[in-house]
């Protein structure tokens, strides 16, 4: 069973904001979870190479040229932020 | 044949001969939507007036006597996790209830250019986390043969959509069976295609080396066409690949029964709708074999610390800056994206957003997803060895019918377990077809066709000798 420690400390690396009830709902059913998938110790792995993809992925490149954009799509995209001012998206102060 | 029964080919025939018209046909299904989808919740957006002009300038088209192709006219829907221009894109998530797409997904484009009428978007288990339909923010899709029931997730919308003949077809995404498990209960036909095979650009990233387009229809013709209207390689989607389908086998079709698929606690009564169709099969001809994917009790597990692992990472986007909801309580920025992805995401997206941050994290990398990644070649390297010997494995698609809503929805691990017969085809990146075997109790039973990549045609060859 993983602590409500830990589960406080996942929730913060990933930014996502927990109440105290359910920091003990997701304790339990995370460790649920955490039980199951560690039946994969029981695989003998210690030949056997990574697969991070079915397929061979290889780089694609192109040109590093700017690509033009109608103005509507550019500005249904700056639309899109919840928090702007004229076409700049506002953001809390980082400093 | 009542218009909204018709399949692609039907519809195509029907308005190259002038039986009836593309906006004819169009308001038909449009007062289907209004009439009868509050029972089953399969549309989240329905784009009545964007259909109605599409349907138009088909049969203008028709009027002047010009050729039109396959899928002109065929009015259309579309999971709502892939975007349509100017059309609101939701992933059945708060967080995106606002979102107006600013361009089409490669799928919609094509789609778009092919003519086809797009009636409007899905409903599905929020960012398409979930096997049942239950997890959408805009409320559960019903399973149109027992309002009682689940359709099945995430492509939920989808597959209800269709069996319910308010749709003639529709796309849905497939990151672990999310097309296959839905159209299995819903008793329509499901492929999720080679990974690779179809452009993901514009389709809004679950897990990315999981996650695949795929056609949800009435028959396999129908599925062959959509699939060779939507696949081939784009320049906006780097895994996508020029690819030349193979030829179907001609000879006897080979057919594998991994033994490892047909567990001791399955529901018997879908053991036998499967058995029964692997004897229709050998009565036409096939070969059946009785062969071993031995780490297939693995594929479960592994692919619960591979896909919520790149979950996690996919899900960062979400911040309430660049797009998504902002929560109004204030606070520095650490609080913004604290309060706004606790307010905007669902438990089912949290919940796996944290178990990839923890099998990502330092300490646990190794033991969790480097250990997952090394079993995913193991489990290629079976289906690889498997293949030499046959051209085609079927399995169930599911152990059970569908279930109840909310009989599976209070603990996590055992909707989990519903994934049991899918989840490896998407570690291997295989084509694999859920198609209408039977029925138990009144409720569809799905069988799965897996095959090499980018041999589709001797799953289609096998399907077409079962449907």
């Known amino acids: ?95 | 044949m009542e218009l909204e029964e018709l399949t692609i080919s039907q519809v195509h025939l029907g308005l190259v001969k002038k039986k009836f018209s593309a906006l004819e046909l169009t308001k038909t299904f449009l007062d289907r939507i209004e009439k009868s989808d509050k029972k089953i919740s399969s549309f989240i957006t329905v784009t009545g007036d964007l259909a109605l002009s599409q349907a138009k300038k088909v049969d203008d088209l028709i009027s002047q006597g010009k050729k039109i192709g396959k899928l002109a006219g065929v009015p259309m829907a579309i999971k709502d996790n892939i975007l349509v221009k100017d059309v609101r894109c939701t992933a059945g998530s708060k967080t995106l209830e606002n979102y107006i797409a600013p361009y089409d997904a490669t799928v919609v484009k094509k789609i778009k250019e092919e003519g086809a009428v797009i009636l409007g978007k899905t409903n599905l288990d929020e960012f398409a986390m979930g096997s049942s339909g239950e997890n959408s923010a805009f409320g559960p899709t019903k399973n149109p043969l027992d309002l009682k029931r689940v359709p099945g997730g995430s492509s939920s919308g989808s597959a209800a959509a269709v069996s319910a003949n308010i749709s003639v077809f529709a796309l849905g995404a497939d990151t672990g069976g999310s097309i296959r498990l839905p159209a299995s209960f819903c008793g329509v036909v499901g492929f999720k295609p080679t990974y690779g095979a179809v452009s993901r650009y514009g389709l809004i990233a679950m897990a990315s080396s999981l996650d695949q387009i795929g056609p949800i229809t009435k028959t396999i013709e129908d599925t062959k066409i959509v699939f060779e209207a939507i696949s081939g390689k784009d320049p906006m989607d780097s895994t996508s690949l020029e690819f030349k389908s193979k030829k179907p086998n001609i000879k006897k079709l080979k057919i594998g029964i991994p033994k490892e698929y047909f567990l001791k606690g399955m529901n018997k009564e879908v053991k036998k709708v499967v058995e029964a169709k692997i004897e229709k099969i050998r009565k036409a001809g096939a070969k059946i074999q009785e062969i071993s994917l031995p780490h297939t009790e693995y594929g479960l597990a592994t692919y619960y610390i591979i896909m919520p692992s790149e979950v996690s990472a996919n899900m960062a986007r979400y911040d309430g800056i660049r797009y998504g909801y902002l929560s109004k309580k204030p606070g520095d920025l650490l609080n913004v994206y604290l309060k706004s992805r606790e307010e905007g995401l669902g438990d089912e997206v949290r919940r796996r957003i944290m178990l990839g941050t923890y099998t990502l994290s330092s300490g646990y990398y190794e033991s969790y997803y480097l250990r997952a990644q090394k079993v995913r070649t193991l489990i290629q390297e079976d289906f690889n060895k498997a293949f030499q010997k046959v051209d085609v494995i079927l399995t169930p698609v599911s152990p059970t019918i569908a279930f109840k809503l909310g009989e599976k929805s209070t603990d996590p691990l055992t909707m989990y377990l519903s994934d049991i017969f899918t989840v490896s085809v998407n570690l291997a990146g295989l084509p694999a077809l859920s198609l209408p075997a039977g029925k138990v109790n009144n409720l569809p039973v799905g069988v799965q066709l897996i095959s090499k990549p980018f041999n589709e045609n001797n799953i289609f060859k096998a399907g077409e000798i079962l449907e």
């Open chain 1, 1 to 95: 069973m993983i602590s409500k420690k830990e589960v406080e400390h996942i929730a913060k690396l990933a930014r996502l904001g927990l109440s105290q009830s359910e920091i003990k709902k997701f304790q339990k059913e995370l460790s649920s979870v955490l039980d199951y998938v560690v039946k994969l110790k029981e695989v003998d792995i210690s030949k056997t190479k990574a697969t991070s993809h079915s397929i061979l992925v290889k780089n694609v490149t192109r040109k590093d040229l700017a690509k033009k954009e109608d103005l509507k799509t550019v500005k249904r995209i700056i639309e899109m932020a919840p928090e702007r001012r004229e076409r700049y998206i506002k953001v809390k102060a980082v400093l």
